[in-house]
């Protein structure tokens, strides 16, 4: 969950290992530059475009991407996402799922 007024990415023990960031950070909230570090640097620019369009008109999203870990080993993963608004309309939280589909 990604709560977008604070930048502040919350998530699990498995997000933490699938990203290759610290348990205890993740838990707590990291901003989203954090997880977008460990995207492979050609999808970078794509995934930006995918969540910023999912803020501005609220569509979800699917999306595959590569992370790279700190030792070059690459991984395909799976993102579905929405973003939900506050009352007043603007972006609140962007709530989603990312799972690993295959070692490349």
């Known amino acids: 969950m990604w709560q977008a007024a604070k930048?502040?990415?919350f998530g699990d023990t498995a997000i933490a290992e699938l990203f290759g960031l610290d348990p205890d950070k993740?838990?707590?909230g990291l901003p989203l530059e954090?997880?977008?570090e460990k995207v492979h640097p050609d999808d970078r620019?794509?995934?930006a475009r995918n969540i910023s369009k999912a803020v501005g008109d609220g569509s979800p999203y699917n999306v595959d991407y590569r992370l790279r870990d700190d030792n070059g080993v690459v991984q395909?993963?799976?993102a579905m996402d929405k973003?939900?608004?506050s009352s007043d309309g603007?972006?609140?939280d962007y709530a989603g799922i990312v799972?690993?589909?295959a070692l490349l």
């Open 99 to 101: 799972y690993p589909v």
């Open 34 to 36: 954090n997880y977008m």
């Open 7 to 9: 930048d502040l990415v």
């Open 90 to 92: 603007k972006p609140a």
């Open 76 to 78: 395909l993963v799976t």
């Open 26 to 28: 993740v838990l707590k």
């Open 45 to 47: 620019t794509r995934l």
């Open 83 to 85: 973003c939900f608004r």
